[in-house]
Structure formats: C-alpha cells, structure tokens
C-alpha cells in the first residue's frame, strides 16, 4: 500500500507571536519551529497502516530549507521517503495544496494523510483542498480509521458526537488529536535520520487568490476586576453578569 | 453583489448558526445593493426554509435527493458549487462548522474561488469585501482580501448575530441537480449524539474545568451550575489527558474553539494554548485560588478562592436570581 503524508513546519504553539516589520508576517527571531502538531497524528497513523498493510509512506512538505527539519523529524519516525517541494516564498492554502496536489498525481498513493490543520495560518483547508484537485474523497478531522477490502471507515468529530464516514479508496483523511499518540523517535531513528536523503523538487506554480493586507495583534483586553477573595463576593459577581454583563 | 447563504440542517432542523450566515448574508448584502439567495440541501427539506426570508434571504433554493439524507462532502460541495454558479454568485457564505469545514475547501476549489475560512469579522470598503481572521490559534488576528472573482467564506459559529425576523417569507424554489453514484464516494453512515448534550462548539455560557478540580468526581458541582444556566461543560487539556473528560469537551488549541457570551473558568491556570480556543468569547469569569494564575490577565470579572466554596455559592445564588 502506497501512503503519502503531506507535513508542515510551523511556529511551536507555545511561542510568542509578534508582527514582522512588513506588518504582513510574524516575527520569527526567537521562534522555534516544530512539526505541525496535527501532522504528527498523520505520520503515526500512516506508520500503523503501513505496519498492519505493508507498503511505504513518503511523507511531503512544501517550504523552504527550514521544513527539512520537519522531513527529518519525519525520517525519525519511521517514514521511508522525504520530499521537499522547495519554494522560499509563501504561498495561500490553494497554491500549496496544488503544488501538493501536482505531485501526489505522479505518486499516485492509495491513502493521503493531512493534519486537521496547520497551526499558524489555521485554514484547515489543504488536506481537503488537494482532495478536490485529484478528484478523490475525503474525511476531515478523523479520530478513528478503518481500512479494509478497497474501502475505509473513519470516524470524524462534529458538534455533540462523532460520525461515521464510509469511503471508497484512494482517499485523503485529515487528522485531528485522538487518532492515535505518536510515538517518539527512537534514538537510532533519529541518528539514522540524519544521514538520509530529502529529495528536492520545484513544486508546480500556481497564483495565490488570497492576500494578506495586515497581521496584527488582538486588542487586548485590561484585565478584569477581581471581585473578591472569598465567598462573599459571590453575590457582587452574579450581580454583574446580570446587570453588566447581561450574559445571564 | 449577488450572495449565496448555504443552510446547515441536520434532521431537518435548521442550525443556529445558518441564521447567522443568512443575517451576515442580508448585512452583506445591503452594503453592496444585492440579493442574498439561501440554499438547504437534504432529503426532506425543512418547513421552515421559508422563514428564512425573514432573515434576508429574498430566495430559498431547495435540493433535494434521496441520498441526501446523510452529509457527504463530495454532493454538497457539486450542488454548492453548482447552485453559486447557476446564480451568478460573486460571494458565497458557510458556516464554519464541522459539516461547512469539511466541504467549503472543495466548494472554493471548483468556483476557482479564493477561500477565507473561519472569518470573525467583515467590512465592506470601496465595494471590496475585508475579511479579519484569528490566526495561531488566536494569538493574531489577520485582515485579507480574497482577490477571484468568486470568494468562498466560512464565518466562526456565536460571532455574527443571527439578526431578526422581519416576518418576510422566501419562496422556496425546489432545484434539480444532477447526481451520480459517485457523487457519493464518501457518504455519513451513522451519528452518535451524545445524548442530549451540548456541546462546547455550540454553547452559549461554557463552565470549564481544569486540573485544580482534582478528579472526574468534582466536575459534579461544575455540571450543576452549568445545568442552572443552560451551559455546557468544558475541559482544559489538563482535566482531558488526565482521562476525567473527553476530548470533544476540550477547549485550546488541540481542542475546540470556542466564542460564547460568558465563559467561565474553574481551576483553570490559563496557559497560552487554552487561552488560544476561548480569548473571543464575550465575557470571561476566572475562579482560581492563585492570584497569579494568568487566566486573570485575560477575564472581566475574577474571584481569587477555592473554587469547590465559590461554584457551588455560585449555582445557589444564580438560582435565587432566576428564581429556581
Ligand atoms: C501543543 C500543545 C497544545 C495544547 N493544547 C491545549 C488545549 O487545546 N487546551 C488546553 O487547555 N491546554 C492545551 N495545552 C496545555 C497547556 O499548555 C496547559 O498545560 C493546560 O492548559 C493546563 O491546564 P490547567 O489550566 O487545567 O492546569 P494547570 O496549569 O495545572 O492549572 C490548574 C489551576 O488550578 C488552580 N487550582 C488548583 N486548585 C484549585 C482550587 N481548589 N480552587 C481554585 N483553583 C485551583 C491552580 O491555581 C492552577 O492555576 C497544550 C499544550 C501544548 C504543548
Ligand atoms: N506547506 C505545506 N507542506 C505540506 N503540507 C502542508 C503544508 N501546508 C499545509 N499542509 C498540510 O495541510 C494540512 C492543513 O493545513 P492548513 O490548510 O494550512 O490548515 C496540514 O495539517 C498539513 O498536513
């Protein structure tokens, strides 16, 4: 079984967020990248298939030099190939997502794995977006799979329970937290990834049809009033959610 | 400016959150001088599409099919695509929830739209649409222009409101639209709700608790006082790894998103990934029992004790108000 996983570089969630002097981007001095922390339950999920299945998972990253990391990280998991489509500039959901599509046609796996979402730009979109381009089906924000006999059963979240989604194969799945816990890189894996080949390419080119105009910081809220230190002031505070506040 | 609301349904109810996008639609729409037309799509359409001319739709297109009786990504997204295309939509509008995630990306794609998914605000400025969205997990907020012809938006469910009825009806036109076998490559073969519960995504007051609740067993006086106000109960990552709550009650980063009118947090520290999935609800309550928790940095309204003292105080005096 061929698998294909499709991983992002992104800023650790932990990391403070300032805006860059083109007031467009962040400021990345200071900022630590990390595997995008929804892909990392893709690879795992694809480790398993390929573990129960046979076959081999290549994983893909568009970006520039610094998502190497992230294809290594991926090397250390336990993935057999690494493919960076390298472009330096940034690129909208729709522009990566063909040049991810452009490749995966050539590759042509039967199961193509994406994170729920990428952490900084929180679109969601790609996974879904590459599945429309190659005209394949898709489940978004899966927490279980199931491939058996040509067809999959995955199921997904939505607001107050879960469905289940039945789909033929190939397809792409994006993954959400609760599929799977990733497993650490053993150390071997993770010596041995650094000798190993990322393959470079020159992903297709494609316009994007989103512009950035600002990023800017949330106004941020002054913080609020304490209104008190014991029991007592819990009278003041359901005053004030009914008479300020009116929430209740 | 033509615009096309997609309705959410599910067992032919109409979702909250349709009203929001067909209210946004109508605002939208009075902007620019269009039309909004409102698209339900299912098996059996629900009776009150019609209604949904009270909220600015000046025409409700209905697509029915057998098979739709179940969501699948794959004929919602060719009927979207062909209903906004059949209109001569220049913008057309989703609700960004699970359903509207899922199939939204494909919707844009075939439009050869751009896509701003999960937008908390909108501007019209010289005839062209802003939209502001929340990006690293909130932590930014970016302003962009989808610069197709056709846009493709999602709007964040509890941020835009649902507007009033005018009392107006929209005929309900009944549309054909072409489907095959393998429109339906991926189709939902059965739903669990979890029965009777709300979840945190849809709430409108939320009561979330965090590891200083100490066990599942204390989440109790957390779940009385949600009960006494219509909430649902949230979890942060802490509570969830520690296996007292499920996943799809967590709020953060990893976890929902979420805008209520009121939030309160219990026992919560307020750690930069559980501020990133609630910093946009309206209100926030902090209970804690440090002073220097950072969860206080962030709420309007705070009361530094032991929460197992203030909740259940809380829940009484909140009872006595509403007279229960
Ligand atoms: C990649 C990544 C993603 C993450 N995603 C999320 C996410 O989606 N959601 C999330 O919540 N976290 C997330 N986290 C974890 C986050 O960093 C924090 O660890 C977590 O939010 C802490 O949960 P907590 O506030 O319940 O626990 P703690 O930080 O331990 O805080 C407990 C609080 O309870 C207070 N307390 C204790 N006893 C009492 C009492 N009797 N009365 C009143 N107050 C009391 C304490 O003063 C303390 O402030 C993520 C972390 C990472 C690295
Ligand atoms: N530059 C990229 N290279 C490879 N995969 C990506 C890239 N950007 C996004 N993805 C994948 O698409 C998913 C959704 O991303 P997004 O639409 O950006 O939220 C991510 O979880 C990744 O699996």
Redesign the interface.
Same mark, same amino acid.
Request: no cysteine.
């Given at each position: 079984m061929k698998i294909a996983v499709c991983i992002n570089h992104v800023?650790d969630?932990?990391a403070?967020?300032a805006?860059g002097s083109d007031g467009k981007s962040?400021d990345k001095t200071g900022v630590t990248f990390v595997v995008n922390?929804?892909d990392e339950f893709a690879i795992e999920e694809c480790l398993r298939l390929k573990e129960k299945n046979g076959g081999e998972v290549v994983a893909i990253s568009l970006g520039g030099d610094m998502h190497k990391e992230t294809l290594r990280k991926a090397y250390a998991m336990g993935v057999d190939k690494a493919v960076l489509l390298k472009d330096e500039t940034p690129r909208?959901?729709?522009s990566v997502?063909y040049a991810l599509a452009n490749y995966l046609k050539e590759l042509n796996p039967e199961i193509i794995f994406f994170g729920k979402q990428s952490?900084?730009?929180?679109?969601?979109?790609?996974g879904?977006?590459v599945?429309?381009?190659l005209n394949?089906?898709?489940?978004?924000?899966i927490?279980k799979l199931d491939v058996a006999q040509g067809k999959a059963?995955a199921e997904?979240?939505?607001?107050?329970?879960?469905?289940?989604?039945?789909?033929?194969l190939p397809?792409v799945f994006t993954a959400q937290?609760?599929l799977n816990e990733p497993r650490y890189p053993s150390l071997k894996g993770i010596m041995q990834s650094k000798n190993k080949l990322i393959e470079e390419k020159a992903p297709a080119a494609a316009s994007?049809?989103?512009?950035?105009?600002?990023?800017?910081?949330?106004s941020s809220?002054n913080?609020?009033?304490?209104?008190?230190?014991?029991?007592s002031?819990?009278?003041e505070?359901?005053r004030?959610?009914?008479e300020e506040?009116k929430?209740? | 400016m033509k615009i096309l609301a997609i309705v959410e349904q599910r067992d032919y109810k109409i979702k909250k959150n349709a009203y929001e996008v067909v209210a946004t639609a109508r605002s939208l729409a009075q902007q620019t001088n269009g039309e909004v037309t409102a698209l339900v799509i299912g098996d059996n359409i629900p009776s009150a599409a019609a209604e949904l001319g009270a909220y600015g739709a000046s025409k409700v297109i209905a697509v029915q099919h057998p098979k739709l009786a179940k969501?699948s990504?794959?004929a919602y997204?060719k009927i979207a695509a062909e209903i906004a295309t059949k209109e001569h939509a220049a913008i057309v509008l989703i609700s960004a929830?699970?359903?509207g995630?899922?199939?939204? +990306?494909?919707v !844009?794609? /075939?439009l050869?739209?751009?896509?701003?998914?999960?937008v908390t605000a909108l501007k019209i400025e010289n005839g062209e649409i802003?939209a502001t969205? +929340?990006?690293? !997990?909130? /932590?930014?907020?970016?302003?962009?222009?989808?610069?197709?012809a056709v846009k493709v938006l999602t709007l964040r469910p509890n941020v835009f409101p649902a507007g009033t009825t005018n009392g107006a009806t929209a005929a309900v036109e009944v549309v054909d639209v072409p489907l095959a076998d393998s429109d339906f490559?991926?189709?939902?073969?059965?739903?669990?709700?979890?029965s009777g519960?709300?979840?945190v995504?849809?709430a409108d007051?939320i009561v979330t608790g965090g590891r200083g609740m100490k066990g599942p067993e204390n989440f109790k006086i957390l779940e009385e006082l949600a009960g006494t106000?219509g909430a649902a109960v949230g979890a942060s990552r802490a509570a969830v790894d520690a296996g007292w709550r499920p996943?799809?009650d967590q709020v953060g980063?990893?976890?929902k998103t979420v805008s209520p009118?009121?939030y309160v947090a219990v026992a919560v520290s307020g750690a930069?990934?559980h501020l990133?999935g609630m910093?946009s609800s309206?209100?926030?309550?902090?209970i804690n029992k440090d002073?220097d928790a950072p969860i206080?940095?962030?709420?309007?309204?705070?009361?530094?004790?032991d929460a197992f003292?203030?909740v259940p105080?809380?829940t009484q005096?909140?009872k006595k108000?509403l007279g229960k």
């Open positions: 800023p969630t932990a403070r967020i805006v962040i922390p929804y909208d959901s729709f997502a952490v900084d730009g929180d679109d969601a979109a790609v879904i977006m599945a429309e381009l394949l089906p898709s489940v978004s924000t927490v059963i997904r979240e939505i607001e107050g329970g879960l469905e289940a989604v039945e789909t033929t397809a937290k609760g994007s049809k989103v512009e950035v105009v600002a990023l800017r910081k949330p809220k913080a609020g009033k304490i209104v008190g230190t014991d029991v002031a819990v009278p505070l359901v004030l959610l009914h506040a929430v209740i | 969501y990504a794959t997204a929830t699970a359903m995630k899922d199939f939204a +990306p494909r !844009a794609v /075939k050869d739209a751009g896509l701003a998914a999960d802003n969205r +929340p990006v690293y !997990a909130g /932590k930014a907020l970016t302003d962009i222009k989808v610069t197709s490559a991926s189709i939902v073969t059965t739903t669990s709700q979890a519960k709300l979840d995504a849809e007051i106000i996943h799809e980063q990893t976890g009118s009121l930069i990934q990133a910093s309206k209100y926030i309550v902090a002073k206080f940095q962030s709420a309007d309204y705070g009361i530094v004790a003292e203030i105080a809380m005096e909140i108000l």
